[in-house]
């Protein structure tokens, strides 16, 4: 059947409407355009009866046309106008303009209101586009969240305007609303929330990736949380639109086995952290050594003494071990190379070209410099080398997660032959687990058994005395983190209840998933906290800051790289004598260590506010202090 206009179209009046259809949908404008129209319309028709039909208020003189569609604008704005009214003729034509306005103005009233609505609704979506400038994005949602702003807004208190930019596949609102309950202190640091999803090219665009100054990718709380990562990762190396400059990403993985897929991604831009293994390294190196956290979260918190690399002219020429004594208020303890390779504690005649970067611990960059003073060593203060031989250790491991596989690896790289580690935990995968748990060498034995680790029976039919090294761990595979900290604390104070039965000392060093658990822990009296979330955080943090920060800690936490160890005083120096810094820094130096503090118990040492437990990272090397039996020195070296 052929269209009765012959043109495709269904005739005149269907056109008109489907146009009007159409303007209707572009808006609260075309609305309010509609609304402006009709109001012309409803003045100039009255306007013109009045002008035309000679009607005009009693007392009152002819109107023309000009005052007619003035006297019909007032009354369609104002419908009190027409009280004043005289002559019926007139108040007749004035009070259908009126209730014309009344209608015009109440629809008007509803379109804005219905617009300013929408905005708002659109504006809680948050997905209007980030226009900064030298910002810090973080992308994805989890608990470390809260701990990357914190130290993020430190770290930018020396910055001009700063700018944090998250996204998540979260409501807007509520990110803020958490993100404030949480991060209170915000100092200088702006925080900007938008909802969308992360590995979207579109949503990833409203961030403004392109004039960011670094990207940090979070875990998030989601199934399969690594995959999610390395597509986020993948959208940002790979958008079109990216920029020519390349990023400085740090991400967080949390299965090691996927990380070589990740760096395959991300590149020379990309900075992984390897939750799991951080976390699991970090326990088996404190275990083995009291204290050791406190120097971890030292270096890598904002909050003290954190690690730089920058370049120094200054000391270009010389060698590593005569710019070691150099810096007074700093800590010298590597190189990178003109590639950007990094050299941890290098042999002490290595020397330091021009290109080279300096790898220096600071309170901040601005304290780095050469010192021109002379140098105040003490050479009858340094003792004569006293080699300590490695001795066998046992070692027993309180409860289980997806990390204890990883500690066991790691403490089978480092014990002496004959160690021995006993797993005890009661969770229904334990013997699985254990039957597939990769062993470094054979000097380290396993045995475990199905123990209630919040039992205080169970735990002193353990013996638990007789164990060199107690590693508690929190059971987060299947209980959340205030149950997982609070099983965790029960398994503390039965353990400080049995050393104190037995009048010993047993080193202890727990798992705390929330750092808000750790002041709750510290009435059970164990050696040391490593923070899980906590120190993810402050990784990422710093990976977000510093492009080397990677390396340098791969190669702390790794066997074959330098390692962070806390040696007896006695070892290095002549106890009881007044001696400076600079001569323990020289007495490390003798042997191809690097000087990075000490540890000296005192009493009031419960007082410190950081509750560094006496451990001193980074101080003044013309400082002097007297050492005794019982203190120790940090030391970075290749052992």
């Known amino acids: 059947m052929a269209n009765r206009d012959g043109k495709g179209g269904r005739g005149l009046g269907a056109r008109l409407r489907y146009e009007f259809d159409k303007s209707m949908a572009a808006g609260p404008i075309a609305l309010i355009g509609w609304l402006a129209v009709l109001s012309i319309i409803l003045i100039v028709i009255a306007g013109a009866v009045i002008t035309l039909l000679g009607i005009t208020p009693e007392g009152s003189g002819p109107l023309d046309f000009g005052e007619a569609v003035w006297e019909s604008l007032m009354r369609t704005l104002d419908a009190g106008t ?354 597939t748990l990769m062993i470094s060498g054979s000097n380290l034995q396993v045995e475990y058994g199905i123990v209630d680790t919040s039992s205080r029976a169970a735990l002193e039919g353990l013996d638990i005395p007789s164990y060199d090294h107690v590693l508690v761990l929190g059971y987060s595979d299947h209980m959340d983190p205030q149950a997982t900290d609070t099983r965790t604390l029960v398994t503390l104070l039965h353990l400080r209840k049995i050393a104190e039965s037995a009048g010993a000392h047993i080193n202890v060093v727990s798992e705390m998933i929330d750092v808000r658990n750790r002041e709750l822990a510290e009435v059970t009296r164990a050696d040391d906290f490593v923070v899980s979330n906590k120190l993810v955080s402050l990784m990422l943090a710093q990976a977000s800051e510093n492009e080397n920060i990677g390396a340098i800690f791969g190669d702390l936490l790794d066997e074959q790289g330098s390692e962070i160890l806390m040696r007896k005083a006695e070892a290095y120096l002549e106890l009881g004598q007044p001696m400076t810094f600079y001569t323990v820094t020289e007495a490390c130096r003798r042997r191809g260590e690097v000087a990075l503090g000490y540890v000296r118990k005192r009493p009031g040492m419960e007082l410190d506010a950081r509750k560094m437990g006496g451990v001193v990272v980074n101080p003044r090397k013309s400082e002097t202090l007297t050492y005794e039996a019982g203190d120790k020195i940090i030391v970075l070296a290749r052992e």
């Open 82 to 435: 027409m009280g004043a009214d005289a002559g019926w003729a007139f108040r007749w034509v004035m009070l259908l303009v009126t209730l014309g306005g009344i209608f015009v103005v109440a629809t008007l009233i509803g379109v804005l209101s219905s617009g300013l609505e929408g905005k708002l609704d659109e504006l809680r979506k948050g997905r209007s586009i980030v226009l900064e400038k030298d910002h810090t994005i973080i992308l994805n949602w989890s608990a470390s969240i809260f701990d990357i702003i914190a130290e993020l807004t430190i770290a930018n208190q020396s910055r001009r305007r700063p700018r944090i930019v998250i996204m998540a596949d979260r409501d807007k609102v509520e990110m803020e609303d958490e993100i404030a309950q949480k991060v209170p202190n915000l100092r200088n640091t702006r925080i900007i929330c938008r909802s969308g999803d992360p590995t979207d090219l579109g949503d990833l665009a409203i961030t403004s990736p392109q004039t960011s100054r670094s990207i940090i990718v979070v875990s998030p709380e989601a199934e399969d949380p690594d995959s999610r990562v390395i597509k986020t990762v993948l959208a940002l190396i790979h958008d079109p639109d990216r920029r020519a400059e390349k990023y400085q990403i740090a991400a967080e993985i949390r299965d090691g086995k996927n990380a070589e897929l990740a760096q395959v991604v991300g590149g020379n831009e990309l900075q992984l952290v390897l939750a799991d293994d951080l976390i699991a390294r970090i326990v088996v190196h404190s275990s083995r050594q009291s204290g050791l956290s406190a120097v971890y979260s030292e270096l890598l918190d904002f909050d003290g003494s954190e690690i730089y690399t920058i370049e120094q002219k200054a000391i270009e020429g010389s060698s590593f071990g005569d710019a070691m004594m150099a810096y007074d208020s700093s800590t010298l303890i590597g190189v990178t190379d003109a590639e950007g390779k990094v050299w941890l504690n290098p042999p002490m005649e290595t020397a330091i070209r021009p290109g080279m970067k300096a790898i220096l611990i600071a309170e901040d960059d601005s304290t780095i410099e050469v010192t021109a003073s002379p140098l105040n060593v003490d050479h009858t203060a340094i003792a004569l080398y006293r080699r300590q031989e490695q001795t066998a250790e046992r070692t027993l491991l309180l409860g289980w997660n997806r990390r204890a596989p990883i500690i066991a690896f790691e403490l089978s790289r480092y014990v002496a032959p004959g160690s021995m580690l006993t797993i005890a935990a009661d969770t229904p995968e334990l013997q699985a687990d254990v039957s």
